[in-house]
């Protein structure tokens, strides 16, 4: 069955440092989106992708935060300058043509020092 | 912005027993989803609800898409130790973002 998959799963950074997450999403999905869930809360929208560029976008997606597709199969989200407050688990999803549902990657944890 | 009120926060269930959980927004949704979370892992898809006034099954769990199309109820029957976990509701508007409710910690003991 086609899933969306993440890497790395777990990343740990000192605060400052530029972090790149990947996502690759389910092949003839045409939107993409991240998400975030910092430990013990919910899940919390940041960004959708449609046809190359950002179709919405949260409050929490500020100047430090950017997505790219750089090839026909990556989605990636980069964090220029982290801080201790991004440590959180990252969630990429993309969606189905058909029903419009969300299918979830396992996500990345990224922890900042 | 949208926000769903997800209750309860927490249960703490005898296995065998039914669960029941709910969302309520103060905004209209198209969709209505209930993912389950487990530890360290993504939400995975339970249910999806796309009419308003709909009720869909999926083995033991049951959920219904509210006729104001403002909330959203997950029953599980006969829970069983592995339905423990973290359940979100989520409502979408046009097949657009997801909201997701602040989730259902749900702990079953045999």
């Known amino acids: 069955e086609p899933e969306v998959t993440q890497t790395p799963s777990h990343q740990v950074t000192q605060m400052g440092q530029e972090v790149i997450l990947r996502c690759v999403p389910i092949?003839?999905?045409?939107?993409f989106y991240w998400y975030r869930q910092i430990l013990g809360q919910k899940v919390e929208f940041l960004v959708s992708?449609?046809?190359?560029?950002?179709?919405?976008k949260s409050e929490i997606f500020d100047d430090q935060f950017s997505v790219e597709r750089p090839d026909g199969s990556n989605f990636t989200l980069k964090i220029r300058s982290t801080k201790l407050e991004d440590s959180a688990m990252y969630f990429c999803?993309?969606?189905?043509?058909?029903?419009?549902?969300?299918?979830f990657g396992e996500g990345s944890r990224l922890t900042v020092l | 912005g949208q926000q769903l009120n997800q209750s309860p926060q927490s249960m703490f269930i005898q296995e065998g027993e039914d669960v029941s959980m709910n969302c309520t927004s103060s905004?209209?949704?198209?969709?209505w989803l209930w993912y389950k979370q487990d530890p360290g892992e993504g939400p995975v898809l339970l249910i999806a609800?796309?009419?308003?006034?709909e009720l869909t099954s999926n083995g033991r769990l049951t959920a219904q898409f509210g006729i104001t199309r403002k909330d959203s109820f997950l029953n599980i029957s006969a829970s069983i130790p592995s339905d423990v976990g973290i359940y979100f509701c989520?409502?979408?508007?046009?097949?657009?973002?997801?909201?997701f409710g602040a989730g259902t910690i749900l702990r079953v003991k045999s």
């Open positions: 999803a993309s969606r189905d043509r058909e029903t419009g549902e969300l299918f």
């Open positions: 609800l796309y009419k308003a006034g």
């Open positions: 989520a409502g979408q508007l046009y097949g657009n973002k997801l909201v």
């Open positions: 905004s209209i949704f198209n969709t």
């Open positions: 992708f449609y046809n190359n560029e950002i179709s919405e």
């Open positions: 092949s003839n999905h045409l939107y």
